[in-house]
């Protein structure tokens, strides 16, 4: 006899038409079901094996990316955001000119332009390193690269601003001398990241990966960083 609750429907994903179990395809739009649909992805990577993987993984990487990033790109983002850290000083410099003539000569106005000339100097490697805690800076971002601490985070404000102070304040006052004894002592890596624990990565690589980079080289740079501390502290003294 006929038994409704033995009757079980297979709906249909593209129709939604209620067909009977046995059916393997519908019987409203043809669309395969059950087992006949779960050979669909095989049966397109035999016509289009780049659209069965698109339909497989759309989320997979389509390219093994490395986490360390290249030297070209670390230069080319140090440009860009050298410019910046230029233009920054440039116009505390200006403000502060213009005021210096234009503003009269009160003690309180010329402790107002000594205080802009000093966050001339200052101001732009915060606001650099400001912007490498919350992801990168011009430059970095323009190059798709990003700096990651010794546990794999966005580093701190503070710490990216004595980065900043490392990068260019050490090449520009021994423009010769540190980068010579830069490139001998800590490679390409350099002592600004060696010496804060940080690292320039690819910003489009596996965080997986990213993780492996930098345990892989954190054992190294420990005795590289307390070298180098004794290092930048002598350069700064001689300053």
Same mark, same amino acid.
């Given at each position: 006899?006929?038994?409704?609750?033995l009757w079980r429907n297979m709906q249909c994903?593209?129709?939604?038409?209620?067909?009977?179990?046995?059916?393997?395809?519908?019987?409203?739009?043809?669309?395969?079901?059950?087992?006949?649909?779960?050979?669909?992805?095989?049966? $397109? $990577? $035999?016509?289009?094996?780049? !659209?069965?993987?698109?339909?497989?993984?759309?989320?997979?990487?389509?390219?093994?990316?490395?986490?360390?990033?290249?030297?070209?790109?670390?230069?080319?983002?140090?440009?860009?955001?050298?410019?910046?850290?230029?233009?920054?000083?440039?116009?505390?410099? /200006?403000?502060?000119?213009?005021?210096?003539?234009?503003?009269?000569?009160?003690?309180?106005?010329?402790?107002?332009?000594?205080?802009?000339?000093?966050? $001339?100097?200052?101001?732009?490697?915060?606001?650099?390193?400001?912007? *490498?805690?919350? /992801?990168?800076?011009?430059? !970095?971002?323009?190059?798709?690269?990003?700096?990651?601490?010794?546990?794999?985070?966005?580093?701190?404000?503070?710490?990216?601003?004595?980065?900043?102070?490392? !990068?260019?304040?050490?090449?520009?006052?021994?423009p010769f001398v540190f980068h010579l004894a *830069?490139?001998?002592?800590?490679?390409?890596? /350099?002592?600004?990241?060696?010496?804060?624990?940080?690292?320039?990565?690819?910003?489009?690589?596996?965080?997986? !990966?990213?993780?492996?980079?930098?345990?892989?080289?954190?054992?190294?740079?420990?005795?590289?960083?307390?070298?180098?501390?004794?290092?930048?502290?002598g350069l700064f003294s001689v300053l």
């Amino acid at each position: 006899c006929y038994r409704p609750t033995l009757w079980r429907n297979m709906q249909c994903p593209q129709c939604n038409w209620q067909n009977p179990t046995s059916f393997t395809e519908c019987f409203n739009c043809r669309r395969p079901l059950g087992v006949a649909a779960q050979a669909l992805p095989a049966a $397109a $990577a $035999a016509v289009d094996p780049r !659209k069965a993987q698109r339909t497989a993984a759309p989320n997979a990487p389509t390219q093994d990316i490395p986490a360390e990033a290249g030297h070209m790109a670390r230069i080319a983002a140090t440009i860009v955001d050298g410019l910046l850290l230029m233009l920054i000083a440039a116009l505390l410099v /200006g403000g502060g000119l213009w005021l210096s003539q234009n503003g009269g000569e009160s003690l309180a106005r010329g402790g107002f332009v000594a205080l802009l000339l000093l966050a $001339a100097l200052v101001l732009p490697f915060i606001v650099l390193g400001w912007l *490498d805690s919350l /992801g990168g800076t011009p430059g !970095k971002r323009l190059l798709g690269l990003q700096v990651r601490n010794a546990a794999g985070q966005m580093p701190g404000v503070m710490p990216s601003t004595f980065r900043q102070l490392l !990068k260019y304040v050490t090449n520009l006052g021994l423009p010769f001398v540190f980068h010579l004894a *830069d490139r001998f002592l800590f490679g390409y890596e /350099g002592a600004h990241n060696v010496i804060t624990g940080n690292y320039v990565v690819r910003r489009s690589a596996d965080p997986v !990966k990213i993780s492996r980079f930098i345990q892989a080289n954190e054992a190294r740079r420990a005795g590289m960083r307390r070298f180098g501390g004794m290092l930048v502290l002598g350069l700064f003294s001689v300053l």
